[in-house]
Protein backbone atom coordinates (compact mmCIF):
# COMPACT_ATOMS: atom_id res chain seq x y z
CA UNK A 1 0.00 0.00 0.00
CA UNK A 2 1.16 3.28 -0.83
CA UNK A 3 0.13 6.78 0.69
CA UNK A 4 1.16 9.78 -0.59
CA UNK A 5 0.39 12.17 1.96
CA UNK A 6 2.88 14.63 1.25
CA UNK A 7 1.88 18.53 0.54
CA UNK A 8 3.13 21.83 -0.94
CA UNK A 9 1.52 24.86 0.23
CA UNK A 10 1.76 28.19 -0.30
CA UNK A 11 -0.60 31.01 0.29
CA UNK A 12 -1.36 34.45 -1.56
CA UNK A 13 -2.87 35.98 -4.74
CA UNK A 14 -2.49 35.11 -8.19
CA UNK A 15 -0.78 39.09 -8.35
CA UNK A 16 1.26 38.39 -5.30
CA UNK A 17 2.85 34.66 -5.40
CA UNK A 18 5.95 34.12 -7.36
CA UNK A 19 5.86 31.36 -10.14
CA UNK A 20 8.50 29.40 -7.90
CA UNK A 21 5.76 28.67 -5.59
CA UNK A 22 4.00 27.34 -7.84
CA UNK A 23 6.59 25.21 -9.31
CA UNK A 24 7.75 24.09 -6.18
CA UNK A 25 4.38 22.63 -5.05
CA UNK A 26 3.47 21.03 -8.20
CA UNK A 27 6.31 18.99 -7.84
CA UNK A 28 5.71 17.96 -4.24
CA UNK A 29 1.73 17.27 -5.10
CA UNK A 30 2.40 16.08 -8.62
CA UNK A 31 5.12 14.91 -9.88
CA UNK A 32 6.29 13.24 -6.33
CA UNK A 33 3.06 11.50 -6.62
CA UNK A 34 3.91 10.54 -10.05
CA UNK A 35 7.70 9.09 -9.43
CA UNK A 36 5.61 7.34 -6.37
CA UNK A 37 3.46 5.69 -8.24
CA UNK A 38 5.60 4.44 -10.73
CA UNK A 39 7.72 3.39 -8.55
CA UNK A 40 4.93 0.77 -6.65
CA UNK A 41 2.66 0.40 -9.14
CA UNK A 42 4.77 -2.34 -11.26
CA UNK A 43 5.10 -4.63 -8.39
CA UNK A 44 1.14 -3.89 -8.03
CA UNK A 45 0.04 -5.03 -11.06
CA UNK A 46 2.68 -8.19 -10.93
CA UNK A 47 0.70 -8.89 -8.01
CA UNK A 48 -2.82 -7.95 -9.22
CA UNK A 49 -3.47 -6.44 -6.34
CA UNK A 50 -2.64 -3.30 -3.82
CA UNK A 51 -4.11 0.01 -3.11
CA UNK A 52 -2.59 3.73 -3.59
CA UNK A 53 -4.45 6.09 -1.85
CA UNK A 54 -3.89 9.87 -2.06
CA UNK A 55 -4.82 12.44 0.32
CA UNK A 56 -5.81 16.39 -0.43
CA UNK A 57 -7.48 18.61 0.58
CA UNK A 58 -10.67 21.04 -0.47
CA UNK A 59 -8.02 22.97 -2.62
CA UNK A 60 -8.76 19.71 -4.75
CA UNK A 61 -12.32 21.08 -6.21
CA UNK A 62 -12.24 24.80 -5.24
CA UNK A 63 -10.47 27.79 -5.80
CA UNK A 64 -10.45 30.38 -3.38
CA UNK A 65 -8.88 33.74 -2.89
CA UNK A 66 -5.25 33.61 -1.52
CA UNK A 67 -4.58 29.98 -2.94
CA UNK A 68 -2.77 30.84 -5.94
CA UNK A 69 0.34 29.07 -5.18
CA UNK A 70 -1.45 26.30 -3.65
CA UNK A 71 -4.58 24.86 -4.98
CA UNK A 72 -4.08 24.54 -8.66
CA UNK A 73 -1.66 22.02 -7.81
CA UNK A 74 -3.71 20.36 -5.35
CA UNK A 75 -6.19 20.08 -8.27
CA UNK A 76 -3.85 19.16 -10.79
CA UNK A 77 -2.83 15.95 -8.26
CA UNK A 78 -6.37 14.67 -7.94
CA UNK A 79 -7.14 14.30 -11.61
CA UNK A 80 -3.52 12.76 -12.31
CA UNK A 81 -5.34 10.21 -9.10
CA UNK A 82 -8.00 9.66 -11.23
CA UNK A 83 -5.88 9.13 -14.42
CA UNK A 84 -3.93 6.45 -12.64
CA UNK A 85 -7.17 4.80 -10.86
CA UNK A 86 -8.59 4.49 -14.43
CA UNK A 87 -5.37 2.63 -15.66
CA UNK A 88 -4.82 0.26 -12.74
CA UNK A 89 -7.82 -0.25 -11.33
CA UNK A 90 -8.42 -2.98 -14.15
CA UNK A 91 -5.51 -4.30 -12.90
CA UNK A 92 -6.62 -5.00 -9.53
CA UNK A 93 -5.35 -1.71 -7.78
CA UNK A 94 -7.23 0.22 -5.63
CA UNK A 95 -6.69 4.26 -6.50
CA UNK A 96 -8.34 6.57 -4.06
CA UNK A 97 -8.11 10.07 -3.52
CA UNK A 98 -9.44 11.29 -0.16
CA UNK A 99 -10.49 14.81 0.18
CA UNK A 100 -9.63 16.14 4.00
CA UNK A 101 -11.96 19.39 4.48
CA UNK A 102 -10.82 19.99 7.80
CA UNK A 103 -8.31 21.66 10.41
CA UNK A 104 -6.60 18.32 11.29
CA UNK A 105 -6.51 18.56 14.95
CA UNK A 106 -2.35 18.75 15.83
CA UNK A 107 -0.55 20.79 18.28
CA UNK A 108 0.05 23.54 15.31
CA UNK A 109 -3.25 24.30 14.92
CA UNK A 110 -4.42 23.72 18.09
CA UNK A 111 -2.08 26.52 19.31
CA UNK A 112 -3.04 28.92 16.19
CA UNK A 113 -6.80 28.20 16.95
CA UNK A 114 -7.13 28.20 20.72
CA UNK A 115 -10.84 29.19 20.91
CA UNK A 116 -12.11 26.76 18.83
CA UNK A 117 -14.47 24.07 19.85
CA UNK A 118 -13.27 20.40 19.19
CA UNK A 119 -15.97 19.69 16.74
CA UNK A 120 -14.72 21.91 14.58
CA UNK A 121 -11.09 19.78 14.09
CA UNK A 122 -10.81 16.04 12.54
CA UNK A 123 -8.99 13.94 14.25
CA UNK A 124 -6.03 11.91 12.48
CA UNK A 125 -7.14 8.65 14.16
CA UNK A 126 -10.03 9.07 12.31
CA UNK A 127 -8.49 9.89 9.18
CA UNK A 128 -6.66 6.98 9.39
CA UNK A 129 -8.96 4.84 10.01
CA UNK A 130 -10.66 5.76 6.99
CA UNK A 131 -7.48 4.85 4.99
CA UNK A 132 -7.82 1.62 6.39
CA UNK A 133 -11.27 1.53 5.64
CA UNK A 134 -10.41 2.14 1.58
CA UNK A 135 -7.55 0.05 1.86
CA UNK A 136 -9.69 -2.73 2.79
CA UNK A 137 -13.13 -2.00 0.71
CA UNK A 138 -14.49 -4.97 -1.52
CA UNK A 139 -13.36 -4.83 -4.82
CA UNK A 140 -16.67 -4.68 -5.98
CA UNK A 141 -17.99 -0.95 -4.56
CA UNK A 142 -14.19 0.59 -4.49
CA UNK A 143 -14.53 4.23 -3.74
CA UNK A 144 -12.42 6.56 -5.60
CA UNK A 145 -12.88 10.47 -4.67
CA UNK A 146 -13.63 10.44 -0.62
CA UNK A 147 -14.72 13.37 1.22
CA UNK A 148 -13.82 13.61 5.28
CA UNK A 149 -15.02 16.38 7.33
CA UNK A 150 -15.96 17.23 10.95
CA UNK A 151 -19.60 17.35 11.65
CA UNK A 152 -18.60 20.56 12.82
CA UNK A 153 -16.89 21.78 9.65
CA UNK A 154 -19.57 24.73 7.82
CA UNK A 155 -19.23 23.06 4.43
Given amino acids: MLIHNAVGGGWGSFLEIEPQMLDRNFLVNVVGLLYLAREVARDM???GKGTILVTGNTSAIRGKANFAGFAPTKAAQRILSESIARDLGPRGIHVGYILIDAV??????RERMRDTPNDFFI?????AGQLWHLHNQDRSAWSFLTELRPFGEKW
Fill in 45 to 47: IKA
Fill in 104 to 109: IDVPRM
Fill in 123 to 127: RPSAI
